[in-house]
């Protein structure tokens, strides 16, 4: 019997959402749901190695300044205060031993749950495939994500 | 023949989002379907009350009180202007004849809707079982929401 | 045999949001599938006209007034910084081959995607039917939209 299929499309690079984007991946996983994360936009940051290796131009140099990324240093989506509440938010993840974005990657990783890129929005914020973690299993643009997701029986968008 | 179900994550504690969550839970549900709403993160602070009974350690007591909960005192994602925004909208629902949150949630039991504290997430926001206003249906994790989710045609993440 | 039905609720008016919508709505129509957009809440800006018709009154023309309209003049979900986060964002939608939300909007169109204005909310934002760029194919309440949605395999509110 083929497994139900659950897809989410990780627009957010907030922290607080993609928490609950890893909640909602790893608990299907762990429920025997075939599982991809469809990283795009912000989302992107998620996947993408701290020190970027493409070349780009400029407006896509500050707008990747402003945006840094790297699964470790996400911002909130409320609260953010320069860097202050995503610190406390993970000093709170580490009391209530929810793991951390990075041991949410591995711990997906480990359960089966796929990674992908969104090409159409990779090129447009100056990423190239070399920028993101090995973790990613493939890059795919928008008519392949949605066919897999239309095969699930529902999907979210983060 | 079994009803239909609708579930819906509510994840923002936004004043517009919630709003928008509750006309879609009491829609659906006066077509007839079977509805739950799932109150995580930022959204348990839609069903919770205004004072907490709950001891806490002093982080999660900060973000508390950043995050100050109740149904009545939920910001607008855009526009806040320190509370201005809200008391606004909360005037414009008024002369619209659209129902306050806290009236929604009358609506929305009165129609059958369920109620759904997140387990997962409440620990780490620091509440208790007790910190929740007795419309609270029930308190469950991930799983058993993403179970009941699964059996409905489409569920959306707000 | 019928097309699968793919529906998406804009609630946001924010660029990035939007722009993710309309590659999604795009796409999906491109597919083969029978798409429409449920334009409510902040993202009845994409389909309205710059310069507003009805009368409203002070609270309605407030909101509105920093809720300015157009598809041109959506603000981003993050770094808006007065408008230059934007700016960029749309130098970068050109250097990238990304269309224009206005682009998006009449290639949408040219796809058979149907635009529909969300009744519920738009009295409430203080608009009337004039206020709408003819591209919108109707106005339709919570409870038309979800039994369209429902139809579908998924949806999602973005």
Do not use: H
């Amino acid at each position: 019997m083929e497994k139900d299929k659950f897809n989410i499309v990780v627009f957010s690079g907030d922290l607080d959402k993609v928490l609950a984007a890893f909640i909602l991946a790893t608990t299907a996983a762990s429920m025997g749901k075939d599982v991809s994360m469809f990283f795009t936009f912000w989302g992107l940051n998620v996947v993408r190695k701290k020190k970027l290796t493409s070349g780009r131009n400029i407006l896509q140099w500050i707008m990747n300044f402003m945006n840094r990324g790297g699964a470790d240093r996400l911002p909130l989506s409320k609260f953010n205060m320069l860097g202050m509440g995503p610190a406390m938010m993970k000093i709170m993840m580490k009391q209530s031993k929810i793991p951390s974005i990075k041991e949410m990657i591995k711990m997906a990783k480990g359960l089966g749950v796929k990674f992908v890129a969104c090409t159409t929005t990779f090129a447009f914020m100056g990423f190239e495939k070399d920028d993101f973690i090995p973790e990613v299993d493939s890059f795919a643009g928008a008519a392949t994500y949605l066919q897999n997701a239309s095969e699930g029986k529902i999907s979210y968008f983060i």
